[in-house]
T-cell receptor, first 112, second 113 residues
Framework: EAQVTQNPRYLITVTGKKLTVTCSQNMNHEYMSWYRQDPGLGLRQIYYSMNVEVTDKGDVPEGYKVSRKEKRNFPLILESPSPNQTSLYFC???????????FGSGTRLTVV | DAKTTQPPSMDCAEGRAANLPCNHS???????VYWYRQIHSQGPQYIIH???NNETNEMASLIITEDRKSSTLILPHATLRDTAVYYCIVRLLLSGSARQLTFGSGTQLTVLP
């Protein structure tokens, strides 16, 4: 089944403890993105990647890192999480010139 | 990307057609209209997109006015599972840029039994 898989689905962590949210897609898509969704603020892009080893900042990149060493994987790294990064995170992928993005099921992160 | 305006909420009776409007009066000639929906806290789901002709797929129909300043997403026979927030997005085709889809506030569609 064609899909974008994020792990974990839920995560509670403490301030300052490094964490990684994984994202993998099995559709050979070139484009991948990370979004966060917060009440009243909607979906905002954190980082995006147009291909392997090509990444760029979205609208809210502060406090996050990404890497794209392989086409299928696009992990989101929080080196020192803070409570304001408590949010619902979505990974998405698309073919270049494709009809639309396929989103993962989301990761609900709580930083205490 | 052009800005869109959608009503914040709509109700629809189960089995009836749901018609969701979207205004995009500043749309440029090469911008497409995309529709996504998000069922409570799940990842957004692509529905349909179009440039100027009406489009139909297995999920919905998209009607774009001749001047392209507005469009309507039609769910022909709404079911309870269609209850979701529907987002209308206007942007260039996804070639050449992975820049974000700008999700506005969308329309909360509630399908009533």
């Amino acid at each position: 089944e064609a899909q974008v898989t994020q792990n974990p689905r839920y995560l509670i962590t403490v301030t300052g403890k490094k964490l990684t949210v994984t994202c993998s897609q099995n559709m050979n898509h070139e484009y991948m993105s990370w979004y966060r969704q917060d009440p009243g603020l909607g979906l905002r892009q954190i980082y995006y990647s147009m291909n392997v080893e090509v990444t760029d900042k979205g609208d809210v990149p502060e406090g996050y890192k990404v890497s794209r060493k392989e086409k299928r994987n696009f992990p989101l790294i929080l080196e020192s999480p803070s409570p304001n990064q408590t949010s619902l995170y979505f990974c998405a992928s698309s073919l270049r010139g494709g009809r639309g993005y396929t989103f993962g099921s989301g990761t609900r992160l709580t930083v205490v | 990307d052009a800005k869109t305006t959608q009503p914040p909420s709509m109700d629809c009776a189960e089995g009836r057609a749901a018609n969701l409007p979207c205004n995009h009066s500043t749309i440029s000639g090469n911008e497409y209209v995309y529709w996504y929906r998000q069922i409570h806290s799940q990842g957004p789901q692509y529905i349909i997109h179009g440039l100027k002709n009406n489009e139909t797929n297995e999920m919905a129909s998209l009607i774009i006015t001749e001047d392209r300043k507005s469009s309507t997403l039609i769910l022909p026979h709404a079911t309870l599972r269609d209850t979701a927030v529907y987002y209308c997005i206007v942007r260039l085709l996804l070639s050449g840029s992975a820049r974000q889809l700008t999700f506005g506030s969308g329309t909360q569609l509630t399908v009533l039994p």
